[in-house]
């Protein structure tokens, strides 16, 4: 690197689920990296989305949405979410401009009161609000924490979005740009294709299967030079839900399967073929072999 003045550095994002942390770390990587989903808990690993730039290097990690555990799945979350924070250089901790302050927010501030790191507060969905209400959306924050900057943003049309990496960069120590510079996620591709495969499943199927869903992608294997050729299991906890995703004649799965695969195609620039099957394994959330069998390892969080 010639730049001698060159940041880079990690950076946690925070919040309680849905207030949109994975549509900006898209927005800011300028791909598909964090699933996206209106359904609570649909990030589970510390997904991490790299922006590069002349000036500056920074390796964004999207932390699972804090919320009470109930299964030892929700347990392994909630611990990777918080261990997060202690290894970065900056916490960005978003809330939505569309909803009051709650007991979820709370929780998260008395966690990020043990962080010695410079913390933002991110105002996500302002374009879902009348600009006169922001500052009373902001008063409810702003003095929970001794915040490094307060700044208002719409993820989904990337309002003032510029700005917040702007101010990230000017606290980032200098240092080594880590990855090169048109890498956008440090996960293998088998990870994010598992990722993109279980976001068709909770689009298509909303609240049936909320989130007794893993994704289990079996083998990657290149046909030719144009073509990959993927096997993945979807795996459930109950037969009923197999039934769902499957849907009367096969429709389900098969439109779960074209939808990931276009998301894929793109990822990977090349044709593929995905075939799918749909596995029930009981109570596989509860059960630790099962979770590192589906990827969610210790050494991971």
């Given at each position: 690197m010639d730049n001698p003045n060159y940041k880079s550095g990690f950076v946690a994002i925070i919040g309680r689920p849905n207030v949109g942390k994975s549509t900006l770390l898209n927005y800011v990587v300028?791909?598909?990296?964090?699933?996206?989903?209106?359904?609570?808990?649909?990030?589970?690993n510390k997904i991490q989305g790299i922006y590069t730039s002349p000036?500056?290097?920074?390796?964004?990690?999207?932390?699972?949405?804090?919320?009470?555990?109930?299964?030892?799945?929700?347990?392994?979350?909630?611990?990777?979410?918080?261990?997060?924070?202690?290894?970065?250089?900056?916490?960005?901790?978003?809330v939505s401009a569309t909803e009051k302050r709650g007991p979820g927010d709370d929780f998260i501030i008395e966690r990020l009161k043990k962080v010695n790191q410079p913390i933002f507060l991110v105002v996500n969905k302002i374009d879902q609000i009348n600009?006169?209400?922001?500052?009373?959306?902001?008063?409810?924050?702003?003095?929970?924490?001794?915040?490094k900057g307060i700044v208002p943003i719409s993820a989904l049309q990337g309002n003032n979005v510029n700005n917040l990496i702007n101010d990230l960069i000017k606290i980032l120590p200098n240092g080594p740009q880590y990855y090169p510079a048109d890498q956008v996620s440090d996960h293998p591709e088998r990870f994010v294709i598992a990722e993109m495969i279980r976001e068709k499943v909770f689009l298509l199927t909303r609240q049936e299967v909320p989130h007794s869903v893993a994704v289990d992608v079996t083998s990657i294997k290149r046909e030719d030079e144009n073509h990959i050729h993927i096997s993945a299991n979807i795996i459930v906890e109950r037969p009923g839900q197999k039934g769902i995703i499957i849907g009367k004649g096969g429709k389900m799965l098969?439109?779960?399967?074209?939808m990931a695969r276009q998301d894929i195609e793109r990822l990977l620039g090349d044709k593929v073929f995905l075939q799918l099957w749909v596995k029930v394994v009981p109570d596989w959330r509860d059960k630790s072999a099962m979770l590192k069998d589906y990827g969610y390892r210790n050494k991971d969080y």
């Open positions: 300028g791909q598909k990296v964090a699933i996206m989903s209106n359904v609570a808990q649909t990030t589970r000036e500056a290097q920074i390796i964004f990690i999207d932390t699972p949405g804090i919320h009470k555990p109930s299964t030892k799945l929700g347990d392994f979350m909630e611990k990777s979410a918080l261990s997060a924070l202690d290894e970065v250089d900056a916490v960005l901790f978003v600009p006169n209400d922001l500052p009373e959306i902001v008063d409810q924050y702003k003095d929970a924490l001794p915040f098969k439109k779960i399967g074209t």
